[in-house]
């Protein structure tokens, strides 16, 4: 297959950048740090005589052509859904981008109705290009919403990306609302669209030929707390597993982005599971899930970005046939729709950075102002998933500093979204239970020894002033 | 029809109480405050020599017999999803009841899994009952599902209910996960399922005989305020649909429950939605829905409770032909789903306690530690909707307590969830905003003129702290 079909606007990618209007409002694909364009966005940075004020949204996190050298440029203005490299995280806080944190869900909808942006040009890496269809690369992402919802398409063809990884893609587009059919998924594994996304023919208007490798996560090695995570966190599973009829014969799990959930998911060989069938339905395909689908402990992965590790990339590329049957690739509304995490009855483990004692989760501010990364898909799984777990360590590392507390000070995940919570103190199974409850539970079983007292002395003050979800607004922020 | 087929085992009230253990896991039918069973609760709290602990779960809300009676019997012990009476809400306040509150949608699947309560018995109001079957009342909501998942089943049939409400019925039961099929409802008015609910006939061990009218809510007139809500969401509402690609020839309405929704759905006629197709899909029929059914605004009504005043019930009653291709009932699962409220591009308008600065609203405790009610299906609508409105006063009524606070000190629904606000004083779109541009959209439009000043200095004070979402914790609760 021709990576570039004949006859096709072929240019360099600083003629490709010279179509983005200065005010240009970008829809970039990528999506957990990959397949993202890299040669356009790099000659908007470093073009010179223009001042840019661009919006700039994307599937999920992407690299640092954009999220470095667009915001080192001063380049970009708005940011939309998610953004994890410290160079746009500095930007966010320092309020220089105005970012707006969104679900993953939904955000192909709300492009596509120009609710959130409606964007002019679509910039999207692909692994080939025809003259009315492109081959998504390392990530689908929302590229075939923003491909339908923007005027123009620039497509960066990547010769760094096997053109075999068009195997693992299942390119399916839900209809526009009000008038669209169910999306017909009914099995992880099942294939249920194309490897192409198809455009009318007069949106393209450049095509940028590159050979420059995605700039991915590097993950740290799984830490002590982590393997005692993952200890409780396999033990609960096991139990649930036995316990509850929806999980008879097969579990579909998801975990969150990150160093701890693909810790997390190493340990999962180790969950007795009995005969089931485990798959896994998330978003992001991270290192340790080659090893579960090397040793079949999964029967295959759903994802919608292969979110490896440099060296991750390099295992798979030089096997993309051996994975082909193992792993799919889906847009990010199909990965992380409601719609398929509910019919699929998914586990879900997403960490956070701190839980209070009502189960209210932040997941995405530091001290309530300080944006991390975003939401990402963790509220499209907490909130859908049949069992959903935050999975956390009791402390800040290195800091002695609770992550167990009194009032979350931003909620992204409500006390209705989260069944249980793990540390490597324990579990709390918070079903079922009045809030009061789940306060004792959190303090004894998932925090620190040496920060159970100064919890126990915040509720005690807090059931003093009564009410169904006691709190002590006075001191709530200011508890130990 | 008989309503009770022969060879049934009918008893009266107290013989089928007698059949409930005194620490049973009840799950009764009733949303909305219509629909639930009447004899047998009251039985069960006028029995004499008992000692109860009952866990109740219902669908929604329900009435004085359960939520009065039984509470002041000291009969409740744990308490499910939602509640809206003044005994029930003083009780789980003092903590003598512990509250669970959950989101509807997914309600069904956490009963049926066991994941929050494992059903012992199924109380459930009929209009009429055979040896495998039945037919709910005035309301559906997770009745399906109670009586899948409880071992045995006491049916109430009411002949106070009409048995011509079957028409309206349209019972459609989910599948369970992980091998379920879609949901096949693709427009609001579609009928997928039947009047009757099934079940094995070994199940149903008693019928009970009554003729009580429900004691469903009574709505206030709408007052000045809430007409000035009303005018300033439809003018967003006309601007929206004329906007919006996804209306561009229908669009489907959801209001939350209660009398401002109840106000605000009683001015859409005034919306000028030129030759569009405008239906309901939400979760309650609120008396206003019937005017707009008669004058021809809205095409259908899809809800799964008739939570209709005394009035309304008798307006609909006297007519249940009329209005029986105008109304559909569903389970909770279905009227609520996020699969099918995401398909439908669903516009929802829920109230609110409080909005904060950054747009999380808080619709359940007041003053973040006493519960009202609960979160409802609010969380399913402003979730899922392809547009979610806010709407309430900028003032507490008679206090001169701000609505629009730094922070709420408790969250129902995140930034993420929330796009457009709407007070008497204006509308702020938050769609596609930093928080700092929405803290100072929702001050300069939504607050009270005599609020702002305050708001603007927390801001500042907030901002000169710095961050994405500034705050200044220290005053956060203590502002004014």
Not at 367 to 382: E, W
Not at 399 to 420: C, F, L, N
């Amino acid at each position: 297959m021709n990576r570039v079909a004949v006859d096709l606007p072929v240019e360099d990618a600083p003629s490709a950048a010279a179509r983005v209007p200065d005010d240009g409002r970008l829809a970039v694909s990528g999506f957990g740090s990959v397949g993202y364009p890299k040669a356009v966005p790099l000659a908007l940075a470093e073009s010179t005589g223009r001042t840019l004020s661009l919006t700039v949204v994307s599937g999920g996190s992407v690299g640092d052509e954009i999220d470095t050298a667009l915001v080192e440029a001063g380049a970009i203005e708005r940011r939309f859904p998610y953004q994890a490299r410290p160079a746009a995280r500095e930007a966010v806080n320092a309020r220089r981008i105005a970012f707006q944190d969104r679900h993953i869900a939904g955000l192909g909808d709300e492009v596509v109705s120009g609710g959130l942006v409606a964007p002019d040009v679509a910039v999207v890496e692909a692994l080939a290009v025809g003259e009315d269809w492109l081959i998504p690369s390392t990530s689908i992402g929302h590229t075939p919403a923003f491909v339908e919802a923007a005027d123009r398409l620039i497509v960066e063809v990547n010769r760094a990306q096997p053109l075999s990884l068009r195997r693992l893609h299942d390119v399916y587009r839900p209809g526009r609302p009000p008038n669209r059919e169910p999306i017909p998924l009914t099995a992880p594994n099942a294939r249920i669209g194309e490897s192409r996304i198809s455009f009318p023919r007069e949106k393209l208007v450049s095509v940028v030929e590159t050979d420059r490798r995605d700039s991915p996560y590097a993950f740290r090695d799984p830490s002590s707390t982590d393997r005692a995570i993952a200890a409780n966190l396999s033990a609960f599973l096991a139990t649930e597993i036995a316990r509850n009829p929806a999980f008879a014969s097969s579990v579909n799990l998801q975990f969150g982005v990150g160093s701890l959930g693909n810790a997390l998911m190493g340990e999962l060989d180790g969950v007795d599971v009995g005969d089931r069938t485990v798959a896994y339905y998330g978003e992001v395909i991270q290192d340790s899930l080659l090893d579960l689908i090397d040793d079949g402990t999964l029967s295959v992965a759903s994802a919608t970005s292969l979110a490896l590790s440099a060296e991750g990339q390099d295992r798979l590329f030089e096997d993309v046939e051996r994975y082909a049957d193992g792993i799919v690739l889906r847009p990010a509304d199909v990965s992380n729709s409601p719609e398929v995490i509910r019919r699929l009855g998914v586990v879900a483990v997403n960490s956070a950075l701190e839980v209070d004692l009502y189960g209210h989760v932040n997941s995405t501010h530091v001290g309530g102002t300080r944006v991390l990364n975003g939401v990402g898909g963790s509220g499209d799984f907490n909130r859908n998933a049949l069992v959903s777990v935050t999975a956390l360590p009791s402390r800040v590392r290195g800091k002695g500093v609770s992550r167990i507390v009194p009032m979350v000070p931003h909620v992204d995940h409500t006390e209705h979204d989260v069944s249980v919570v793990v540390t490597e103190r324990g579990v709390a199974d918070l079903r079922g239970l009045g809030p009061s409850e789940r306060a004792d539970l959190l303090v004894e079983e998932c925090a620190h020894p040496d920060d159970r007292p100064a919890l126990r002395a915040y509720l005690d003050r807090a059931r003093g002033r009564g009410g169904h979800m006691p709190h002590d607004l006075e001191t709530v922020f200011d508890w130990a």
